[in-house]
């Protein structure tokens, strides 16, 4: 816009410059006028400022090194008209100061309405128009109002005007003329022209008249019309100028618009550019990767490549094998084929001899099959012939097989009626065989007598064997028999006083193994499966292995365990024996008894119904056993003490039911482990172990008393003198087994407590009464000794019959038809 504005400056500069030009054209612009005005100005300037020495000759060179830096100039105008400049650089030789003197010079020049030069006319080119524009600026200052006025219009106007002799009404017409003739108003500046027109009005007001010449009127005329002129060709220029302007600005502005629009575009579009970069760099990634993976599928192609190529070799080689084998082939097969070719067409003509051969043949059969089947009719006829004879010959069978089969009807009659005769025979069989599970019962039950009247009572001593590292080794037993005597010596006497002899059912020396023991009493366990109810005691002092008797030692190994555990195992191995007949159900209980107190020890409950549980094995019963011990130590503190002053019994229930009737049955065992029979020094012990010992010795007298009636067969029978002889009534007496073991210790310290046990056992088993009764219930004794001997032949006869009964089943089930005529089972009876 500056250089625009710049250059429309300049332009304007230019047209106002253009008319001292043309007037410079028109005042002769020879050398020397300028040489002239150039020393006037010098001559002017120097008279203002005399401090300068320029000569008035000098050049246009010269001068314009002596004004380029516009110090002179400015100087030159503040000396005119002071405080025209207010400021400006020193005489520097700066281009910068010099061209800001001249700015400031040519503005004051503007501002006085002066023609001015241009900053470029001081610096190059003619000075023509600088010296002008000085020689205006002289003219301006000069004292001499006309001749101030005569400069205006130039050097050539002056000289026309001429006015310092008069006003223009005293102007010669001639001088007039030649104002007006001359072009010089085209020249002359509009100052000039406008002070000619206030002259001329000036001079026309001082007149009394008032009246202008004509010829004055004329040049007035003309001088205004040429102001009018330049004012109109001055307001076309602006005109112009103006639309000039307003133009360029149009187009600047659309320009801007154009670049705004540009500029907001660009920026939309570097923001969908960024984003496509994005994308593409996205792209790009995805490009890299797939790639990437190409050039490892490259790879691997090139591989795999590289294989199918070897490959392809080695199957080239292969098919050139081949190939070569076949060609090979080819020529050897058509080798054969030619051969064989060959050796068909010697074959076709052999059998084309042979076909004929063989036509010849056939003809010859051909006469030959004629003569046969003659040969073959004959032979028909003597085959028809013997047919009819092989008919009559089967008739006559028929008849001999209808006879034979009313015969086989006959005989099955025959046959159905034995069978029925065998039937009956089955059926009294039959009869037998239900007689013997009777026969079998009754047996049980004479068995049972048997017993009884050996005694329901049986007494054994068992004596225990020094413990291991006991130093003692005097033994109080001295003679122990095979049928149950016992001889104990007394160490404190001497002789025959020393010796007590006793006698028991059996006596087992410390020597004798569980087993043995067990095997005595074995037959009565079984008869509990029978419907019996059996009680075994172990009796004796503390040490003296009642428990390990009943039990076996702690841990025991099969070969070493007691009783209950014998006798459980027993149970169970005959109760699956008898299966098919009998179905038993067996059930445990587990108590002790402690001061006259029932405890139940398979479950913390208190007693009377003491906990039953039932068992299908040995190992269900050391289970329970092991709860039972297991409980009867929680119930003390010191559970070898406890188990010495307590009853311990465990009680099997049997249910018994028979198959085939259905019947029930109840029985029970029970093994009891007593309390130590040590008696009590009653002075040495006080408070609860006096009153421990008085239960004890209470109940186990009281066990003794009911033994004792029992044996005796007393009518009263004292059970309820103590708890335990009240638990075990139902199985003491009547029908009921009883067995004691009397435990003995064979140390010598141990005598008198030996001693006591053996006549506590003495009274028990009856023994003790025997000598009495035996003087005077001899007969009795007898007469029981011969039923004995009576019932002892039947069982055996029974017996006997049992082992036909059996024999005869087992033949049943071999041949029942070839003894069933030989035996009738009423024989048997
Ligand atoms: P009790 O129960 O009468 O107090 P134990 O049965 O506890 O007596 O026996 C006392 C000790 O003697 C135990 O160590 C036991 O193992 C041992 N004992 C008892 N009888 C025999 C025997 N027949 N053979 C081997 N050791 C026995
Ligand atoms: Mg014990």
Known sequence: MDSILNRVAKDSGRRNRSSPSTSGDIFDPSSSSNAKQRATVIEWISSLLPYLSLSVNASDEELRAYLIDGTILCQLLNKLKPGSIPEFGGSGHSSEFGSENVKQFLSAMDKLGLPRFQASDLEKGSMKIVVECLLTLREEFMPDPSAALLHHVGHKFHEVFQLKHGGYADLPPSKITEMMKSNSLDIAPTQSLLSVVNEILDESIERKNGEIPHRVACLLRKVVQEIERRISTQAEHLRTQNNLFKTREEKYQSRIRVLEALATGTCEETQIVMNQLQHIKNAKSKMDAEKRNEDHDVVRLMKEKDDHIQEIAALKQELEIAKKAHEERCLKMEKEARNTQQKLEHKLKDIEILLKESEERMKELETFSESKSQKWSKKENVYQIFTEFQLGALRELKFASQSIKQEVVKTQRSYAEEFNQLGAKFRALDHAAANYSAVLAENRKLHNEVQELKGNIRVYCRIRPFLRGQKEKQSVIEYIGENGELVVVNPSKQGKEGRRSFKFNTVYSPASTQAQVYSDIQPFVQSVLDGYNVCIFAYGQTGSGKTYTMTGPEGASEESWGVNFRALNDLFRISQMRENTFKYEIKVQMMEIYNEQVRDLLSSDAVPEASMFPVNGTTDVLDLMDTGLNNRAKGSTAMNDRSSRSHSILTIHVQGKDIKSGSLMHSSLHLVDLAGSERVDRSEVTGDRLKEAQHINKSLSALG???????????????????????????????????????????????????????????????????????????????????????????????????QLQLLKDQKNVSPEANGAKRSPNSFR
């Not at 007393?714 to 073991?741: D, E």
């Not at 056992?761 to 003790?768: D, K, P």
């Not at 035996?774 to 019959?801: C, N, P």
């Open 705 to 803: 008393d009911v033994i004792s009636a029992l044996a005796q067969k007393n009518a009263h029978i004292p059970y309820r003198n103590s708890k335990l002889t009240q638990v075990l009534q139902a199985s003491l007496g009547g029908q009921a087994k009883t067995l004691m073991f009397v435990q003995l210790n064979p140390e010598v310290a141990s005598y008198s407590e030996s001693m006591s046990t053996l006549k506590f056992a003495e009274r028990a088993s009856g023994v003790e009464l025997g000598a009495a009764r035996s003087s005077k219930d001899g007969k009795d004794i007898r007469d029981l000794m011969e039923q004995v001997a009576s019932l002892k032949d039947t069982i055996a006869t029974k017996d006997e019959e049992i082992e």
